[in-house]
């Protein structure tokens, strides 16, 4: 029996093409709590790239459907960055504001940290140390730290150092560097003020 060139082709194609959507396992979307431990670790954007961008359309939906803030953090960042969509700064933007708007410390830090480098927008101290504040009184210490290198440049008013000082000195971490950085924080805040008002301070819880 003959059989054509053609058929043989067709037919190891159609193989191939059968065996590669079986090796292709479909992604589950991550749970809230999965995609809040992807960004705080800053694995958000890599982990929609490792999963070959099969959940576009689905993240889309979870951020502006279902109006979820982390998802319109990742989406936010996907669209200003171009990570599996077309970039569009602007309205990656948007979504970032939206993020913080619903209370999301992660995205109120994101703008303070943008608005104090010039990310994406035009530096503007003011407006960085006001959402840095909001997010370090969320216990986000990204932004304590952050924020205390900001007052260390002579920015900010000395009557919020013991609210920083409050948080920073109550902050958790176990990675020595970090910790190490936040000794040298305290003790730069320490000597801008009196010691009665650091040790109340230390007493005083000024976060949420």
């Known amino acids: 029996m003959r059989i054509s060139l053609l058929f043989l082709i067709t037919f190891f194609a159609s193989s191939s093409a059968f065996s590669a959507n079986q090796n292709m396992q479909a992604v589950q979307i991550y749970s809230d ?9 800053n694995k958000h954007l890599s982990q929609v790239v490792l999963d070959d961008c099969q959940l576009v359309q689905d993240i889309e939906a979870r951020a502006n459907k279902a109006n979820l803030p982390s998802y319109q953090y990742l989406w936010g960042d996907m669209l200003a ?87 920073l000195h109550h902050s958790l971490t176990d990675d020595k560097a970090t910790h190490k950085k936040i000794s040298q924080l305290l003790a730069d805040l320490a000597s801008k003020m009196p010691n009665k008002v650091v040790e109340e301070a230390k007493r005083t819880s000024y976060t949420n």
């Open 33 to 41: 709590d999965q995609l809040l431990n992807l960004i705080k670790e």
């Open 81 to 167: 960055y171009g990570v599996c969509v077309k970039k569009d700064i602007p309205l990656g933007v948007h979504y970032m504001h939206l993020a913080a708007d619903q209370g999301l410390p992660e995205g109120i830090e994101q703008l303070g940290r943008y608005y104090h480098i010039g990310k994406f927008m035009q530096v503007d101290i003011n407006r960085a140390i006001m959402y840095l504040k909001t997010a370090a009184s969320l216990d986000n210490l990204a932004a304590q730290i952050r924020l205390a290198g900001i007052y260390q440049e002579g920015y900010g008013s000395p009557l919020d150092y013991p609210a920083l000082y409050s948080q």
